[in-house]
């Protein structure tokens, strides 16, 4: 904790002698003594509202208490949604948001932090299956039945991954997973955000040991465009944190990897 002290005294000093650092939100940060975060609190796991006590939880929830507490300052969830996710970091509604998928889009008004989790796709299948698929090719067969929900990306990206395969489509608020879960099924698709929390609530299921994911898409933290010094600092505690296993650990216990 030491180094990061340091860190933030050093940032806060620059900020003090350069003018061009004057107006980054560090200092409002230092000073106020409050941390900002924008959240949408729908997005289970990584960030989850219970209205009964208007509180948060989950991997965003833990990444950004860390780093307030790392900051030596209180953190304040801010209630946002998607839409307005961009404008309440431009309008400095808050100061940062949790995670985020990186789009070009958003790159137009927005900073953004390094990438420090990926989203990516990943199939889904028994464990008695183990032996029998351990690779996408081994899906891609006419005597595979892949299942998705009708109106996903999955439902297009079945199509795309496995031309030579059978295709369930079902319709919500059916599953795809219960399909494969009934044995009408071979396999499912999904997010590896959603593939291991199945896989811990439901043992019978497991993720196929694929070479790699497809279709990756990394996510970060939105950070005020212009703030260079305030997305160094965060740039460089991320760094750190990765360094140090935190977000290794904190990927285990919202099982978003094993």
């Known amino acids: 904790m030491r180094l990061l002290k340091i860190i933030t005294a050093l940032f806060a000093f620059s900020t003090v002698t350069a003018p061009v650092h004057a107006a980054s939100v560090l200092n409002e940060i230092l000073s106020d003594g409050v941390l900002k975060v924008g959240t949408t609190g729908d997005w289970n796991p990584m960030t989850m509202k219970d209205t009964a006590t208007n509180s948060y939880t989950g991997y965003d929830i833990d990444v950004m208490t860390e780093l307030a507490k790392d900051l030596g300052v209180k953190v304040d969830f801010v209630p946002t949604d998607w ?29 953004y932090s390094n990438s420090y989790f990926s989203l990516a796709t990943v199939p889904l299948t028994l464990k008695k299956n183990a032996n029998k698929f351990t690779d996408w090719v081994d899906l891609d067969k006419a005597s595979v039945t892949v299942a998705a929900t009708l109106g996903t990306t999955q439902e297009k990206q079945v199509k795309q991954f496995f031309p030579n395969a059978k295709y369930k489509i079902v319709e919500a608020p ?71 296993g935190f977000f290794a650990d904190l990927g285990r216990k919202w099982q978003l990897a094993d």
């Open 83 to 111: 839409k307005t996710l961009v404008s309440g970091v431009t309008s400095g509604k808050y100061h940062m948001t949790g995670s985020a998928s990186i789009s070009p889009g958003r790159a137009k008004a927005a900073g």
């Open 174 to 244: 059916a599953r795809d997973f219960q399909e494969v879960l009934a044995g009408r099924a071979d396999a499912h698709i999904t997010s590896n955000v959603e593939a291991y929390k199945l896989v811990a609530k439901y043992p019978e299921m497991m993720v196929v040991p694929v070479s790699a994911p497809k279709a990756p898409t990394p996510i970060a933290m939105l950070l005020p465009q212009a703030d260079q010094v305030w997305i160094n600092y965060v740039n460089t505690w991320i760094a750190l944190k990765t360094e140090r």
